[in-house]
Nanobody
Framework: QEQLVESGGGLARPGDSLRLSCATSGFAMDYYSIGWFRQAPGKEREAVSCLRASDGGTYYADSVKGRFTISKDSAKSTVYLEMTSLKPEDTAVYYC?????????????????WGQGTPVTVSA
């Protein structure tokens, strides 16, 4: 059974860094596209970053380019989102997602498997 479990969220101050982890199980991570999405209160879920399994290509939302980095450790079946220079507008619940289409587009409606989310609050 495919599972994704996020961790690493919490409270941060503007300018701080956090690293989110997504532990996967039940599928061969190297053959699935992986994505990080977020949903702020009162807003729709949006794509943050994705990693294509087909070629290792990455996508970043304009709002996080240069600040966030997606990576994976296949040996640990874990995907990471390194977040630096955090801003209050990064406050949201962050979700990890996976899909068996190896070059999946980085939009939430395209991803099939989802974790439960981990909250991130950025506040002074």
């Amino acid at each position: 059974q495919e599972q994704l479990v996020e961790s690493g969220g919490g409270l941060a101050r503007p300018g701080d860094s956090l690293r989110l982890s997504c532990a996967t199980s039940g599928f061969a991570m190297d053959y699935y596209s992986i994505g990080w999405f977020r949903q702020a209160p009162g807003k729709e879920r949006e794509a943050v970053s994705c990693l294509r399994a087909s070629d290792g290509g990455t996508y970043y939302a304009d709002s996080v380019k240069g600040r966030f980095t997606i990576s994976k450790d296949s040996a640990k079946s874990t995907v990471y989102l390194e977040m630096t220079s955090l801003k209050p507008e990064d406050t949201a619940v962050y979700y990890c997602a996976a899909d068996m289409i190896m070059d999946q587009r980085c939009i939430s409606t395209s991803f099939y498997y989802w974790g439960q989310g981990t909250p991130v609050t950025v506040s002074a």
